[in-house]
């Protein structure tokens, strides 16, 4: 028999099934058990230790083999690779760029540097990312075929691209959304930043789009103290995201010649030696996840007016994060919730304020947000680090 819906069950149900008496327990903590500490020794010994080194290039190995996607530039953040992966592609001033409005803001940030402008869509709740049947009627309406394109009828601007996030390390549901792209010649992006270790159809995710980023901030399954890196299976992309990461730069031995306005984006050798010892833990830290993952689903099976998100069908997930859903009767409740577990030390949080209520992107394009904006009311994250899953 199922009970009835009370907070104070939800918040115990939480309690149980996280370690007692250990403090606070926060969202997601990086863990560095491995050789972290060898290969920065090994880095400092060296005097490599900025922005070049054979700890890049090997960390950039190890991310194409393990993606499966043949080419990795490593960079200082997940915005920046965002940003090259978007400049690239041949996003311009001007452009318009399909994005979830429920996802982090840099996804749209990056869209911004490049005087682009980011037109907002709907999530749907079984892959908490792009919903594309409803993106498709809404393109159906929206959208008027152009010379190696579409137009936004209203706006009079061309809609140049999608950026696919999958939320929470999910895997968008690709095959239908590709068929929305290909119709409407639409270039496909992955902000994969949340999403390494997660697969679609047994292909990683990422390897989708023209090009994809990750992210390797302290809060991401693996982590480099900042990083980020740009995947993709052009090589000439890949060529140019490298050499725009590097100022543009010539390589010569001792001239500086540059040959285009480029930036300083290059991942510096010290970061990437992390980023080496991380990827030797990456399986381990997934088996962890979606360990906890399944703790958290168990642990909710019997509760009522909430669920824990499960992966789909075709996706095979890291869990970045943990996702406790509630019934939208109950989202009213969801602060009540949240304090109680933050009075107990744990850190739970909702999700991002949907972009386009933000003050800067208020007067984007968007569509009907209506399934971003239950999912926003009723999204709670629980507290995901690898450690809690029993590494
Ligand atoms: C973390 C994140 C980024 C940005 O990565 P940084 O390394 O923090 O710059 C971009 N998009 C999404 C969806 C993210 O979660």
């Known amino acids: ?68 996607i043949k080419y990795a530039a490593a960079v200082v953040n997940g915005t920046a690779a965002l940003h090259l992966a978007l400049h690239v592609t041949g996003i311009t001033r001007g452009d318009e760029v399909l994005l979830p409005a429920l996802t982090f803001i840099a996804t749209a940030n990056a869209v911004s540097y490049l005087g682009a402008v980011p037109h907002f869509a709907d999530s749907e709740e079984r892959t908490l990312g792009l919903d594309p049947a409803k993106l498709d009627r809404y393109l159906a309406r929206i959208a008027a075929p152009g010379p190696g394109g579409c137009w ?18 999910h895997p968008v549901d690709m095959d239908p959304l590709l068929d929305v792209c290909r119709r409407y010649k639409l270039i496909l992006i992955e902000d994969a930043a949340q999403s390494l270790g997660s697969f679609y159809k047994n292909r990683h995710t990422g390897s989708w789009g023209r090009a994809a980023v990750l992210s390797f ?53 010290i970061n990437a030696a992390l ?12 088996k ?41 009767e109950h989202s009213h409740q969801r602060d009540i919730i949240m304090e109680g577990l933050h009075q107990q030390g744990i850190l739970v949080r909702p999700t991002w304020t949907l972009l386009h209520k933000l003050p800067m992107y208020r007067e984007c394009p968007h569509m009907d947000l209506s399934g971003a904006e239950s999912l926003e009311r009723r999204i709670i994250n629980l507290p995901s680090s690898a450690y809690l899953g029993g590494a």
């Open 152 to 169: 936004n009828k209203k706006s009079g601007r061309p809609i140049k691209a999608v950026v696919a996030m999958h939320t929470f390390g």
């Open 1 to 68: 028999m199922k009970s009835t819906f009370d907070t104070a069950c939800i918040i115990q149900t939480i309690i149980n099934l996280l370690p007692q008496n250990q403090g606070i327990i926060a969202l997601h903590e990086p863990g560095f058990r491995g050789n972290e500490r060898l290969y920065i020794e090994e880095c400092l010994q060296s005097t490599w230790v900025s922005s070049s080194g054979p700890c890049v290039n090997r960390f950039e190995q190890q991310l194409a083999e393990y993606t499966g």
């Open 288 to 328: 962890s996840k979606r360990n906890l993952a399944h703790r958290y689903q168990e642990a909710f099976a019997e509760v009522d007016g909430a669920i824990v998100f499960k992966e789909s069908q075709n996706a095979c997930s890291n869990y970045w994060l943990n996702t406790l859903l509630l019934n939208e």
């Open 217 to 269: 901030n302290g809060n991401k399954i693996i982590s480099t103290g900042g990083g980020g890196a740009i995947l993709t299976q052009d090589e000439i992309l890949f060529q140019r995201a490298r050499h725009l990461s590097t100022q543009a730069r010539i390589p010569h031995k001792w001239s500086f010649v540059h040959d285009a306005v480029a930036y300083n984006y290059r991942m510096p050798n």
């Open 275 to 286: 980023g080496c010892a991380q990827m030797e833990q990456l399986p381990g830290f997934i």
